[in-house]
Every structure is written in structure tokens, then in C-alpha cells.
């Protein structure tokens, strides 16, 4: 099984920036993907961003394209997503995610959760 650990969120004004990371333990396997998806209240839980362990494949939701970086460290099992130029709209809750597929942008295709960490952007 896999667990996941995010952490780095806070509150921070409109256009600020904050780095979270998702620190993955148990058994990863270099070609699975990893997301990151957030959740505000009364929203469903929307897909941001999404990787895999190893290659070069990303993909982004159209509202955080140029904004938001994904990447990993694949030595320490981590995965990181830079959240640049922040709007009070990013406000939710960040978890990432890990899933048995290569890739996918689809909640229910991830296995294993995180915690997830708490985005606040004040206008």
C-alpha cells in the first residue's frame, strides 16, 4: 500500500505563492502517476494537476495552467506542486494522490489519498 503526507499549505494574499509536498511511502513503482487535487466547500473535488514518478508526461486543469507546477523527487518519494500567482478562488483543500496508472486526470482512478492541506487566499 501507499501512504501520502502533503504538507506546505497556509493563507497568503491574492498573487502569492506556496510550494506543497506530498511525501509518498510504502510501495511506489516508477511508473504509476501521481495527482494533485483540491476541494472547496460545497465543491466536488476537482483534478489540478497530475505526473508520473518517472517521465516527463504532465497535465494541468485549464484554470491553473500557467500558474501551478507539478514535479517529483523521485529519490525522495516525493511530489511537489508550485502554486504561483494565487486567486482567492484557489482557496480549498490540496490532497494528492497516487494511482495504478500511468497517468490520468480521473478522481476515481487514484487508490490511495492524503490528507490533504489547507490553500487560503484572501483578496
Known amino acids: 500500500q501507499v501512504q501520502l503526507v502533503e504538507s506546505g499549505g497556509g493563507l497568503v494574499q491574492a498573487g502569492g505563492s506556496l510550494r506543497l509536498s506530498c511525501a509518498a511511502s510504502?510501495?511506489?513503482?516508477?511508473?504509476?502517476?501521481m495527482g494533485w487535487f483540491r476541494q472547496a466547500p460545497g465543491k466536488e473535488r476537482e483534478f489540478v494537476a497530475a505526473?508520473?514518478?518517472?517521465?516527463?508526461?504532465?497535465y494541468y486543469a485549464d484554470s491553473v495552467k500557467g500558474r501551478f507546477t507539478i514535479s517529483r523527487d523521485n529519490a525522495k518519494k516525493t511530489v511537489y506542486l508550485q502554486v504561483n500567482s494565487l486567486k482567492p478562488e484557489d482557496t480549498a483543500v490540496y490532497y494528492c494522490?497516487?494511482?495504478?496508472?500511468?497517468?490520468?486526470?480521473?478522481?476515481?482512478?487514484?487508490?490511495?489519498w492524503g490528507q490533504g492541506t489547507q490553500v487560503t487566499v484572501s483578496s
Open positions: 494522490a497516487s494511482t495504478g496508472l500511468t497517468i490520468t486526470t480521473t478522481a476515481r482512478n487514484y487508490d490511495y
Open positions: 510504502g510501495r511506489t513503482f516508477s511508473n504509476y502517476g
Open positions: 505526473i508520473r514518478w518517472s517521465g516527463g508526461d504532465v
